[in-house]
């Protein structure tokens, strides 16, 4: 167990609709990052929170959009779903000037 | 940009053998981290060994073990004692330094499905 959690662990969505999903990041902890995951794929960067500051982002249209709480939890939003984001959602968590990453056990969307 | 490419989709292994996992890495950056994930069934990433890139010496694990060359850009890992709980997806991973190019991002691999046979 890392102690970072992401809720819900399943969803089904339709196409077009808006989601929001959650992560509450290891004690002490105040970076975390979001990947997604296609299946089969290895993990794909969105973006990364410091401080309730993005701080970086990846190859995602503005619909993926994200935001981290005071508390560092976090959220990541996704307006207009398309099938295509069907994917497993990883959140992470980290010290920011800490090396290593620790992972959630992630929110598999299903986009029909 | 970092690239990062493991060569093999499929690997196996019989129980209590040794098993290395390839992956080679692309970057313009002089110093960075390297890291292999496993992945099992139940989804979570779990960090198995890490490697900075400035210090020469192969880190270890208890079973695990890597082959960093840092010219040919080569980080293998060598899983030795292989057990049943070994069997997963594992992913290799880069991701740079504080003040780096994209300090932050992990950049993974496409991972290396591991089957361990009894």
């Known amino acids: 167990e890392t102690g970072v959690t992401q809720s819900p662990t399943h969803l089904i969505k339709t196409r077009g609709q808006q989601v929001t999903l959650r992560c509450s990041s290891q004690?002490?902890?105040?970076?975390v990052s979001w990947y997604q995951q296609a299946l089969g794929q290895g993990p794909q960067f969105i973006f990364q929170?410091?401080?309730?500051?993005?701080?970086g982002r990846g190859n995602f249209p503005p619909r993926f959009s994200g935001l981290q709480f005071p508390n560092y939890s976090s959220e990541l939003n996704v307006n207009a779903l398309e099938l295509d984001d069907s994917a497993l959602y990883l959140c992470?968590?980290?010290?920011?000037?800490?090396?290593?990453?620790?992972f959630g056990q992630g929110t598999r969307l299903t986009v029909v | 940009a970092q690239t990062v490419t493991q060569s093999q989709p499929e690997m196996s292994v019989q129980e209590a053998e040794t098993v290395t996992l390839s992956c080679t890495y692309d970057?313009?950056?002089?110093?960075?981290?390297l890291f292999w994930y496993k992945q099992p069934p139940s989804r979570q990433m779990i960090l198995v060994i890490r490697?900075?890139?400035?210090?020469?010496q192969n880190a270890t694990e208890n079973r695990f073990s890597v082959n960093f060359q840092k010219a040919a850009k080569s980080f293998s890992l060598k899983i030795s004692d292989s057990q049943l709980g070994d069997a997963a997806m594992y992913f290799c991973?880069?991701?740079?330094?504080?003040?780096?190019?994209?300090?932050?991002?992990?950049?993974f691999g496409q991972g290396t499905i591991l089957t361990v046979h009894p």
């Open positions: 992470a968590s980290s010290p920011y000037l800490n090396t290593e990453a620790f």
């Open positions: 004690s002490g902890h105040n970076t």
């Open positions: 929170y410091y401080r309730e500051e993005e701080n």
């Open positions: 970057t313009s950056e002089s110093d960075y981290y």
């Open positions: 490697q900075e890139a400035y210090k020469q």
């Open positions: 991973a880069y991701r740079s330094l504080p003040g780096g190019t994209s300090y932050g991002k992990l950049t």
